[in-house]
């Protein structure tokens, strides 16, 4: 985040620009307005998580705090139907099944399985 940025704006700007970076460019003219989507995620978010995470970057004057946001696309029609594709410079985003099987950071594994709670599923 930015210094006096929200937490949605921040969102907001993020997001925008890390599905823009991995659209596959054959539809990317066709997803529509990006900007609204990226509303409807933000405005039906449920946060999950907000605080302390431990992480190497952590020192005893400086810490990371993190705020989880989960937002549900039940029927594919905010961004599921969004194609990403692997390209050179830009990270990599896909759409993941998860389950408490997958090798992630202890954080990220802890934040998917309030996730899990809060949608009474099994990880």
Do not use: C
Not at 15 to 29: W, Y
Not at 45 to 55: I, K, L
């Amino acid at each position: 985040m930015e210094v006096g940025e929200s937490v949605s704006s921040s969102l907001r700007r993020i997001l925008i620009k890390e599905v823009l970076a991995a659209v596959k460019p054959a539809i990317a003219e066709e997803i529509g307005n990006l900007g609204q989507r990226a509303d409807a995620v933000i405005q039906n978010a449920t946060e999950v998580y907000r605080g302390y995470m431990d992480t190497l970057k952590n020192t005893d004057n400086a810490w990371m705090e993190t705020v989880a946001l989960h937002f549900h696309d039940e029927t594919r029609e905010v961004l599921g139907d969004i194609e990403f594709e692997a390209k050179d410079g830009a990270p990599v985003i896909n759409w993941q099944e998860i389950s408490g099987l997958i090798n992630l950071r202890a954080s990220h594994t802890f934040i998917l399985h309030k996730v899990s709670e809060l949608r009474n599923a099994n990880f």
